[in-house]
């Protein structure tokens, strides 16, 4: 049942997108450091987490993009070494477009993540959220903040806190 929600969901962002003018579409890309929390059947685990964006900005008010990060080092839970070998997802973008530097924005979307050894399970995959906000430092770089639940699965969820850029072209 959440499989098919998610492929309506990014069924109707992409018909949406498709809607938007074409003039205003601008492909970017960004990195981010996520201080990451992985919980699994009551054990939780830290993690420090490099990640890359490629995205679509189709208006001032909607993007999609497509995400992949890996754990760098590992945790100890219950005495053994915990790695968070990878994740990646796929996420829709609104923005708050303003006047402003600042521009707030929601992210929605799918995620699956794969820890060494499992933590909960080694393999999970489900629906994130997140808030974060951007700070433009010209028209083409900018700065970002961010707090998401990439994986909130019924046996384990990922939190991240995030701080990366994005370059548009």
């Known amino acids: 049942m959440k499989t098919w929600m998610m492929i309506a969901g990014t069924a109707g962002a992409l018909t949406f997108a498709g809607i938007a003018q074409a003039q205003e579409a601008r ?41 992949a990060g890996f754990g ?11 790695e968070l070998d990878h994740y990646y997802g796929l996420y829709a973008k609104l923005a ?26 080694d393999n999970e995959d489900d629906f994130g959220y997140g808030i974060g906000v951007d700070f433009d430092l010209d028209q083409a770089l900018s700065l970002n903040l961010e707090y998401a639940r990439l994986l909130d699965a019924s046996d384990v969820d990922m939190d991240a806190m ?4 994005t370059y548009r072209f």
């Open 72 to 82: 760098v080092g590992d945790d100890r839970v219950n005495g053994v070494k915990v």
């Open 27 to 67: 492909p970017y890309f960004g990195a981010q450091y996520n201080f990451a929390e992985v919980d699994g059947g009551g054990d939780e685990a830290e993690f420090d987490v490099f990640s890359g964006r490629l995205g679509v900005e189709f208006n001032q008010f909607l993007a999609l993009e497509a995400r």
């Open 162 to 165: 995030s701080l990366g850029f």
């Open 96 to 121: 708050l477009a303003n006047e402003s530097q600042f521009t707030p924005y929601l992210l929605g979307g799918y995620t699956k993540v794969k820890t060494d050894p499992r933590l909960g399970s």
